[in-house]
């Protein structure tokens, strides 16, 4: 009785084990930074094919005519030829092709395989279609956006040596708080945002030139990067000032911090990779959540001494 009431306990631990990224906050199995694209096409699930049912002899008689054979195959033909002149990547070409021929041969086999022929076809043209529409996007907003991430690289770099000129900089000193450095939040704050226009870029030239998925849908992410930046790495100094990450020195007894360089590396990294701050912000609403969930259930166990009864069942 014994070794099945400890049997049940030890599966009913395995069952709780909480994924990865589910786990507590700050624990070594659940890293800050994690593997995660910048920007671009989502990666979809594709449902799985449905089986193969057998088709009516008299209905793919009717339906499947020499005319719709004779179409589907000159699809393939002009499909074919659109791969050959407009698509320039190496390994997506090759792949396109093989799935056209793969519909030639289904094609070829009976006229039954009419359904699994078009699949394939309709793929390949969505992706070349895709192609030339990206092609058309990069020169039209991707030229633009590029502009644009220049300007603000300039108008950072700008508001930078502006801050930190003595006129400027002796102000800022005169109207800090004494917990706050106004001159080193207003530093995180452009460092952020430097690294917000360097993330755009980036995205811009892995979805452009090397990966050649450019989507327009996004045009909008490109514009906001830098400005959330600007305002994360403000935010990464207020939250090294108060002690939830202890990457330097920090605020102690309302001393400021003193390793600044180290401050404005995050703040660059935070603007760059704005999903290091965004999981930040989500461990640290873990920690609340965790300790108020675990107020709450000691409170029921308290309230309720019908638990204790059934533990003690359970162990006997």
Request: glycine share 6%.
């Amino acid at each position: 009785m014994t070794e099945f009431v400890n049997q049940e306990e030890a599966e009913s631990k395995f069952e709780t084990v909480l994924p990865e990224e589910q786990d507590h906050p700050m624990r070594a199995s659940a890293p800050i930074i994690i593997d995660e694209t910048l920007v671009g096409l989502p990666e979809l699930e594709l449902p799985l094919p449905t089986v193969n049912l057998p088709s009516e002899e008299n209905l793919v008689d009717l339906f499947i005519t020499t005319q719709v054979l004779e179409q589907i195959w000159q699809r393939i033909t002009n499909t074919q030829r659109m791969v050959i002149e407009q698509i320039n990547h190496g390994l997506n070409a090759q792949a396109m092709l093989e799935n056209l021929e793969e519909a030639r041969r289904l094609i070829m086999t009976s006229k039954e395989n009419y359904e699994e022929a078009d699949h394939l076809i309709s793929n390949v043209e969505y992706r070349v279609n895709f192609m030339v529409r990206m092609k058309a996007a990069s020169k039209k907003i991707g030229i633009p956006l590029f502009v644009y991430e220049l300007l603000c690289i300039v108008s950072v770099i700008t508001l930078f040596l502006w801050l930190n000129q003595g006129t400027t900089s002796a102000y800022l000193s005169s109207i800090s708080l004494p917990a706050i450095d106004i001159i080193k939040l207003v530093n995180s704050m452009v460092w952020g945002g430097l690294g917000g226009v360097v993330g755009a870029i980036y995205a811009l030239w892995k979805h452009i030139a090397k990966d050649q998925d450019f989507d327009p849908q996004f045009a909008l992410w490109y514009i906001t990067n830098p400005l959330l930046g600007i305002f994360l790495g403000g935010f990464i100094y207020l939250l090294i000032q108060a002690g939830f990450l202890s990457l330097t020195a920090g605020a102690f007894q309302g001393e400021t911090i003193q390793s600044a360089a180290v401050i404005y590396v995050f703040a660059w990294i935070s603007g760059f990779k704005q999903n290091v701050v965004y999981d930040i912000v989500r461990r640290l609403l873990d920690v609340f959540r965790v300790e108020s969930n675990s107020s709450t259930t000691s409170e029921e166990n308290t309230q309720d001494p019908s638990n204790n009864n059934q533990t003690d069942r359970q162990q006997l």
